[in-house]
C-alpha cells in the first residue's frame, strides 16, 4: 500500500492540535484542503483514524495505532531530508539539540549563545527536557544530537558517545528551612520528612536520592527514577525549593546567586562519601553525519562545560 507522506503529516498535525482550524493553520493550507486530505487518507486506509465532533476531533483506537507510525515515519523523513542537506551543500538544515535540565543551564545555553553570535544565520532547535524525554528524541530523529547523563547508554551499541566529564552538585534547600535549623549532624530519617523534587533520571542515578526521599518510584517500563517531585526544567527545581520545604540537587553555578542571597542553603549531609555526581555526554546515532554546524556546537559545549567544572 503506497500512502502519500504529505497526508500522514497532516494527520500527525491534526492530531497534536485536535481542530481542523489550527491544524490547517499550522500547516499553512485551507481547512477545507486539509479536510479532504484526511479523507483521502482514511479512504486509502480504509479505516477512520478520526472521530469527530462540534468540539473536538480525536483519533479513533485503530487511528491511534496508525498515528503513532506515522508520527515515526514523518520524524524520519524529517531527519532524512536534513541529512540530505548537510551531503548536499556542506552546511545542513536547522540544527535540532535536546539537553538534559542540568547541563541545559550549566553548558548548553551558554554554548548556543556562543553559537549564535559567532553565526547569525543559525537555524536552531534547542529543547530542554528530562532524561526519559530526550533519549526518545534521539531514538526517534527528531533531534540531531543530545546533551545529558550517559552512563546509562553504555549498552546502546547503535549510539556514539562523546564524554564530558562529571558534574557535581550539592543538595540544596530554601534558606529557613527547618532542616538548617537542627544542632545535630543530619540524618536520612530527617530529610525523608521533606519532597524531593529534581527531574526523572535513569536507574543509574538512583543512589543520589535512594534512602532520602519516601516518594520515589521506578518507572516499570524504562526502569527511570522519578523523584517525590517530577519537573522538566532546574528553573522550576529552584523556585519550588526556594518557596517551599521541598530540597533537591543543583550544580554550584546554579544556585551561587541564591545563596548570596540568602535565599538558598547548602544541605550538609556528612554520612554521604561523595558529592552528587552525574557523567555527562554528548550521544547521536552512529548511522549519522554530523553538520560542521553540529561539530562547533559540541565544541563550545566541551568548553562550556569545561570552565563549569573547573569554577
Not at 31 to 41: G, H, V, Y
Not at 89 to 116: E, F, K, M, N, T
Not at 163 to 174: D, I, Q
Not at 218 to 224: L, R, Y
Request: proline share 5%; aromatic share 6%; with cysteine.
Amino acid at each position: 500500500m503506497d500512502i502519500d507522506l504529505k497526508l500522514l503529516q497532516h494527520a500527525v498535525v491534526l492530531a497534536r492540535h485536535r481542530h481542523f482550524g489550527r491544524a490547517a493553520s499550522a500547516l499553512r493550507i485551507s481547512q477545507p484542503t486539509l479536510s479532504r486530505n484526511i479523507a483521502a487518507l482514511e479512504k486509502k486506509l480504509g479505516m477512520r483514524v478520526f472521530e469527530r465532533s462540534r468540539r473536538d476531533v480525536v483519533a479513533t483506537s485503530a487511528g491511534d495505532d496508525v498515528l503513532k507510525m506515522a508520527d515515526e515515519l514523518v520524524a524520519r523523513a524529517e531527519a532524512i531530508s536534513n541529512q540530505l542537506q548537510v551531503v548536499r551543500d556542506g552546511r545542513g538544515g536547522r540544527l535540532r539539540v535536546a539537553a538534559g535540565s542540568y547541563i541545559h543551564d550549566i553548558a548548553v545555553q551558554p554554548a548556543a549563545i556562543d553559537l549564535i553570535n559567532a553565526n547569525p544565520s543559525i537555524r536552531l532547535e534547542l529543547l530542554e527536557r528530562e532524561w526519559t524525554a530526550v533519549l526518545a528524541m534521539l531514538m526517534t530523529d527528531r533531534v540531531d544530537f543530545v546533551v545529558f547523563d550517559v552512563l546509562a547508554l553504555k549498552d546502546m551499541p547503535a549510539l556514539r558517545v562523546e564524554t564530558l566529564g562529571t558534574l557535581k552538585g550539592s543538595y540544596f534547600c530554601r534558606a529557613g528551612h527547618p532542616l538548617m535549623k537542627k544542632k545535630a549532624p543530619l540524618q536520612p530519617e530527617d530529610l525523608r520528612k521533606y519532597p524531593f523534587v529534581m527531574s526523572s533520571m535513569p536507574h543509574t542515578n538512583l543512589w543520589l536520592i535512594e534512602g532520602i526521599d519516601d516518594g520515589l518510584s521506578i518507572e516499570p517500563v524504562t526502569g527511570d527514577v522519578l523523584p517525590s517531585i517530577a519537573v522538566s526544567s532546574f528553573r522550576v527545581v529552584r523556585d519550588l525549593v526556594a518557596g517551599t520545604d521541598a530540597f533537591g540537587i543543583g550544580h554550584m553555578s546554579q544556585i551561587e546567586g541564591g545563596l548570596k542571597s540568602r535565599q538558598l542553603a547548602v544541605l550538609d549531609l556528612p554520612w554521604r562519601g561523595k558529592l552528587p555526581s552525574a557523567q555527562m555526554g554528548v550521544a547521536y546515532k552512529r548511522e549519522r553525519t554530523l553538520s560542521p554546524a553540529a561539530r562547533s556546537f559540541i565544541g563550545l559545549i566541551r568548553k562550556r562545560f569545561r570552565a563549569a567544572a573547573e569554577a
